[in-house]
């Protein structure tokens, strides 16, 4: 059967159009913002030094030296630690969605957020890598980075191994995989809260204190770490699209299409759970970016995963960044962690969208 | 002949649910699968596509041994609509553009927007192109499913139900669809049914289904009384209606009494 008599439709090519639109939009809004986030803090640096700074232009005097300290040592890694770990963790829970068939699949879901918790609790207490500095701006430190990145790093791989055992066991059905994670999310939540009812003040300061996510704590090597692995996911993902978009028309379509449901499912499992597990090992936990972003991306552009898989990744990453300078400006000199802000931000503005319902 | 089944088994946990399966199709043939709920009507289906993988047995398609093919290169001779078909936020012409799914590399190209385009034309539907399918009726989103499983391009159609959610203009006009691209193309269509008088004006041959074994297969004379009664357990009377065959149950309070 051969169909051949059809035109490529204008007022469809104009609809796609539309959505290229917005994601252009969004790559120039993250640009600005990124400009943006590294000119404000608790010195100001004027928007064309950061343009010129970040353009490789040598300090000519003291101050355009500090500023270029500033700008490369502080300032750019934590913005791009917020755009990468944005974009990674809002690419991991659109595709958590897709392939879990659940609207509220998102790293956080599948507990691998409180298993990397609960393995920095282990690092911290019964590994003995916090303390508790005397200054307010930067109270507690981890005195072993490594180790509890390390810990972090294993409990997550550790919670997404469970989940693909079980999967194994019982087969990839996304019901399986959702209630497995709930379970050990659980599981970890009470093990962290076991860990911080024996230990000391200190530790049980500094389990706190990791646990708020935040962008701040990463270096250039961690930063070049996390974006390798991010960006490798999102090609991954993009290479997938049309496999999503046909799970999400129906296990059933989707085989009828020709497409292996199980071993996507598992296979975007591991890479969405990995990404995932890099990130909060890195940062720590930091929620509601990869739940919500995609979400308000499919009420502006719809569900179709070609585009919704771009515009999550760009979404997440303004998002992150955006909650970020804020955090740095709300209570400036103080500095709050991204965590906070990301769900004081997001809220209200995905609240709206809910109210306002799709974008016609 | 385009499909060939042979001797098809298929086992769940052991148990098995169909055996000694076997028929063949012509091209331009609408099919029926008949048979009461339970029976492995939708499980027979699957297994012809290998969405389900039967324990024994073989289907040719064209020569091909399916079983010996990649489910991509399935996908790209036999289409399926399935019982439920899931919505989202996509506009029709995407959702039915992702039935070229088999076809595509890496992107879509602008042979597929071509095929899908003509496909609209097909079935009347240029006016649904940019709807969201999540605003949809029932006749509608079966429309969309029934397109995009033929932007496969199939030489074969698999169609579970397709009319069982949808009111008599719907279900007529679905099945004169299937029946008019079955025979413009060359195709062949199987479809499972409940609705009897319907598969009696829409479809050329029907195999009836009974534990798991086909108990009657042919034309519309093997539709007799006594077949109906020993398959659904319910005595009928096969009447003409303006020049159409009719199925009805016979006074059914007597004979589901007589029965238990």
Redesign the interface.
Known sequence: ?????????E??LL?VRRKYFWIMGGLLLLFFMLVYSISVGAVEIPLYKVIQTLLGQEPMTRSDENIWRIVWNIRLPQALAAIVAGAGLSVAGVVMQSILRNPIASPFTLGISNAGAFGAAVSVVVLGTGKVQSTVADAVIINNPYLTTMASFLFCLLATGVILLISKIRGASPEVMVLAGVALSSLFTAGTMFLQYFADDTQLAAVVFWTFGDVGRINWLELEIMTGVVLLAILFFI?NC??Y??I???D??A??????VEKIRLIGMVVAALVSAVIVAFLGVIGFVGLICPHMV?RVI???Q?YLIPGSTLLGGILLLVSDTAARLIISPYVLPVSILTAFMGAPAFIYLLLRG?KR | MILAVEELEFLYRNRKILHEIAFSIEEGEVVAILGPNGVGKTTLL?CL?R?LHPKGGAVHLDGNNLFDL???????L?????Q???T????A???VL??R??H?K??IT?KD??????????LSMEKL??S?IDEMSGGELQKV?IA????????VL?LDEPTSSLDLRNQVEILAIIRQIVLE???AAVMTMHDLNQALRYADRFILLKGGKVHAHGGAEVITPQVIEEVYGLPVVIGEIAGMRCVVPESPEVALVNNL
Do not use: C
Not at chain 2, 70 to 76: S, V, Y
Not at chain 2, 113 to 122: A, E, G, N, P, Q
Not at chain 2, 148 to 155: A, I, N
């Open positions: 059967m051969h169909f051949a008599s059809g035109a490529v439709p007022d469809y609809y290479a049309w496999n978009n046909a999400d028309a129906g059933e379509t085989k009828g299409l020709g497409v292996d499919r719809g569900d179709d070609k799709y | 699957k596509n969405i990649g489910t991509m290169e399935i996908a790209r036999i289409g399926y609509v399935p439920r078909v899931e989202g936020r996509l506009t012409f995407d959702a992702l039935g799914r088999p595509i890496w992107d602008e927007l071509r095929i899908v385009d003509s496909v609209f034309r097909l192109r940019l969201y499913a995009r499983s033929l932007v496969q391009e199939p030489k698999l193309h060359g195709i």
